[in-house]
C-alpha cells in the first residue's frame, strides 16, 4: 500500500456481494470506500434479451462498459451501439442512455463507474425488491438521491424495438459461474465444492 492509498485487491471470479436488482445482476468487484470515490467496479451478467434499465441519464457519473461474455446492444442518445466479447461502450454523464444483452445466450460486461457511489444504488434498488416491484413514488426518489433521471415509460418501445424481456430473469442463485461448477463437482462424484 502506498502512503495515504488505499491497499491492493485481488478479487477472484466468485467474490464480491452479488445481488439481482429485477433486470440485471450486480457482483460488486471494488466500491467508494476502496478506491477513495475515485471509481467503482461491477460485473453484470444478464440473462438473453434482458433490458437492463430504462433510458436514463446520470448527472454526476460516466459509466465504461466492457463485453466479457455474449453481445451486449446500447442506445445513447438516437445512436444504437452493439459490442462483443472484448469490446468497450462509453456511455458519459449528462447522456440518456441504455444497454440490453442482445443475444439469445447469457451475456457478462464489467462495468466501471466514475467517480465511484453509485454503485450503492444497486444495493437500494434490490433491498427495495428490485425495479420491478417497487412503486413508482419509492423509485422517484432513489433516483433522486443519486441525481438519476429515469423515463419507465420508454420500457415497452425499447423491448418492442429490440426484442428485449423486462424484467429479466437471475443467472444463476449465486455468484456468476458458481451453481454450475456446483453442478459439475456433483457429476463427478464430489459431494462438497467451496
Known amino acids: 500500500m502506498r502512503p495515504g492509498g488505499p491497499p491492493a485487491k485481488s478479487v477472484g471470479r466468485t467474490e464480491g456481494k452479488s445481488v439481482f436488482n429485477g433486470t440485471?445482476?450486480?457482483?460488486?468487484?471494488v466500491d467508494w470506500a476502496q478506491t477513495q470515490g475515485r471509481v467503482s467496479v461491477l460485473e453484470h451478467p444478464m440473462s438473453p434479451r434482458a433490458l437492463a434499465a430504462p433510458l436514463h441519464r446520470h448527472h454526476n457519473e460516466d459509466e465504461y462498459s466492457w463485453v466479457i461474455d455474449g453481445r451486449v446492444g446500447a442506445l445513447l442518445g438516437d445512436e444504437v451501439l452493439y459490442g462483443g466479447s472484448g469490446d468497450f461502450i462509453f456511455k458519459p454523464r449528462g447522456q440518456w442512455?441504455?444497454?440490453?444483452n442482445a443475444g439469445d445466450e447469457?451475456?457478462?460486461i464489467l462495468e466501471i463507474i466514475s467517480p465511484a457511489g453509485f454503485e450503492q444504488f444497486f444495493d437500494e434498488l434490490s433491498d427495495l425488491?428490485?425495479?420491478?416491484?417497487?412503486?413508482?413514488e419509492t423509485l422517484d426518489e432513489l433516483c433522486a438521491r443519486y441525481e438519476l433521471e429515469m423515463d419507465v415509460d420508454s420500457v415497452p418501445e425499447l423491448c418492442r424495438r429490440f426484442d428485449l424481456k423486462f424484467p429479466g430473469?437471475?443467472?444463476?442463485?449465486e455468484p456468476w459461474g458458481l451453481k454450475s461448477l456446483h453442478t459439475q463437482a456433483k457429476s463427478v462424484g464430489l459431494d462438497e465444492f467451496e
Open 24 to 29: 440485471i445482476g450486480v457482483r460488486h468487484i
Open 97 to 100: 442512455h441504455t444497454f440490453w
Open 106 to 108: 447469457p451475456a457478462r
Open 129 to 136: 425488491g428490485g425495479i420491478d416491484k417497487i412503486s413508482t
Open 169 to 173: 430473469e437471475p443467472i444463476d442463485d
